[in-house]
């Protein structure tokens, strides 16, 4: 399975970026998937989970109600909506899928394959 992770940039504070992530097979979409983010000499954390049929969805705190992570499995693509940006959440962003679990976990030791990371800077 290959996740491949795009849609990054440069923004302002304030401004929005929307991610997406395409897997390269069909059984992705019964697979819990993950956004996480590792920003420079920091380690990868969690951002944002969400079950394999998209009903339910965790979010890290810092990032409540200012991201939304949805799915389209007809399109086996995840999304990262993201909004209010900040210069904190300047990172780079990795997909991953979970495939023993159809339910949503923030746990990154429980995600088995993972995209390629794509850079989100964010400018004050």
């Known amino acids: 399975v290959q996740l491949q992770a795009s849609g990054g940039g440069l923004v302002q504070a304030g401004g929005s970026l929307r991610l997406s992530c395409a897997a390269s097979?069909?059984?992705?979409?019964?697979?819990?998937m993950g956004w996480f983010r590792q920003a420079p000499g920091k380690e990868r954390e969690f951002v944002a989970a969400i079950s394999w049929i998209g009903d339910r969805t965790y979010y890290a705190d810092s990032v409540k109600g200012r991201f939304t992570i949805s799915r389209d499995n007809a399109k086996d693509t995840l999304y990262l909506q993201m909004n209010s940006l900040k210069p904190e959440d300047t990172a780079v962003y990795y997909c991953?899928?979970?495939?023993?679990?159809?339910?949503?976990?923030?746990?990154?030791?429980?995600?088995?394959?993972w995209g390629q990371g794509t850079l989100v800077t964010v400018s004050s």
């Open positions: 097979k069909r059984t992705v979409s019964t697979y819990a």
């Open positions: 991953a899928a979970d495939r023993f679990r159809t339910s949503a976990t923030r746990l990154i030791g429980n995600y088995d394959y």
